[in-house]
């Protein structure tokens, strides 16, 4: 595992390196996503300054909500999520094959390559929305930010799950960038108090595709009103991560190389 993070570390640097010879067009490429992820905060904004809001929810409440999702996408995305076009190009191109070959790991070796530097704005998005939501609510005890810590790690984990799953599907149906959209589209259910949708929708996002864990879960805990069921989240969670790998591993057994 030590090694892995070694090699994990030299390879990040040495694509903050490469993205940072063009400091212009990273700075550029940042700043346009992090408006992009700051578009739906927005839009709450205005809703609220406009008279209308979520029923029991202040605007604060749901920024905080928001702000979680964005600062675990903003973690996710440059690190992780890569893996999904950088699978789908590899299999596209013909050159997926040079990973196979390669020592280590296919799987590990899509992360590495697939680190995207220019995502850093939505980190950097994150952290600032959050640290703006966290001093506009009430505090929380010391216990309640551990148990926070610990579901924004598991928010982690469900991020890094869809991104399987989207990687995976590069096997099947090559050169389909679409599984973003699709990806986005499911998503925007976390960004929102679970109470607004119906008791279907609320099971559906917390037991079998544990949406509400992305944002609306670690924030609750931070608003001292977590909800009973939240350790169902915690078993979906660790379920839907382990399907995601697997199906990544059983998908690229259909892999047909590009050579003949």
């Known amino acids: 595992m030590m090694k892995k993070l070694k090699i994990y570390g030299i390879a990040f640097k040495n694509a903050l390196a490469t993205r940072l010879a063009y400091r212009v067009d990273f700075i550029i490429s940042a700043f346009v996503m992090l408006l992009f992820e700051l578009t739906i905060p927005f839009f709450t904004f205005m809703i609220y300054q406009n008279g209308a809001g979520f029923p029991g929810w202040s605007f604060n409440e749901v920024l905080l909500i928001q702000a979680g999702f964005l600062l675990c996408k903003g973690i996710t995305f440059p690190f992780f999520a890569g893996i999904v076009w950088n699978t789908i190009e590899h299999i596209r191109n013909g050159t997926f094959d040079l990973l196979l070959i390669r020592p280590l790991n296919p799987l590990f070796?899509?992360?590495?390559?697939?680190?995207?530097?220019?995502?850093?704005?939505?980190?950097?998005?994150?952290?600032?929305?959050?640290?703006?939501?966290?001093?506009?609510?009430?505090?929380?005890?010391?216990?309640?930010?551990?148990?926070?810590?610990?579901?924004?790690?598991?928010?982690?984990?469900?991020?890094?799950?869809?991104?399987?799953?989207?990687?995976?599907?590069?096997?099947?149906?090559?050169?389909?960038?679409?599984?973003?959209?699709?990806?986005?589209?499911?998503?925007?259910?976390?960004?929102?108090?679970?109470?607004?949708?119906?008791?279907?929708?609320?099971?559906?996002?917390?037991?079998?595709?544990?949406?509400?864990?992305?944002?609306?879960?670690?924030?609750?805990?931070?608003?001292?009103?977590?909800?009973?069921?939240?350790?169902?989240?915690?078993?979906?969670?660790?379920?839907?991560?382990?399907?995601?790998?697997?199906?990544?591993?059983?998908?690229?057994?259909?892999?047909?190389?590009?050579?003949?």
Do not use: H
């Open 109 to 260: 070796m899509v992360m590495l390559t697939g680190i995207d530097i220019k995502d850093l704005g939505k980190l950097i998005g994150g952290i600032a929305l959050f640290t703006i939501a966290v001093s506009s609510v009430p505090g929380s005890s010391a216990i309640n930010w551990i148990f926070f810590a610990f579901l924004m790690i598991c928010s982690i984990l469900v991020f890094m799950s869809f991104a399987f799953l989207m990687a995976a599907s590069g096997f099947k149906w090559v050169g389909n960038f679409r599984v973003y959209d699709i990806f986005e589209s499911l998503t925007a259910f976390a960004m929102y108090p679970r109470s607004i949708f119906s008791k279907a929708l609320q099971f559906l996002i917390t037991a079998i595709i544990p949406l509400a864990l992305m944002g609306f879960l670690p924030a609750s805990v931070l608003l001292n009103r977590p909800p009973a069921d939240i350790w169902i989240s915690l078993l979906s969670c660790l379920i839907f991560l382990v399907f995601s790998i697997f199906f990544w591993y059983r998908m690229m057994k259909n892999y047909s190389s590009a050579g003949g």
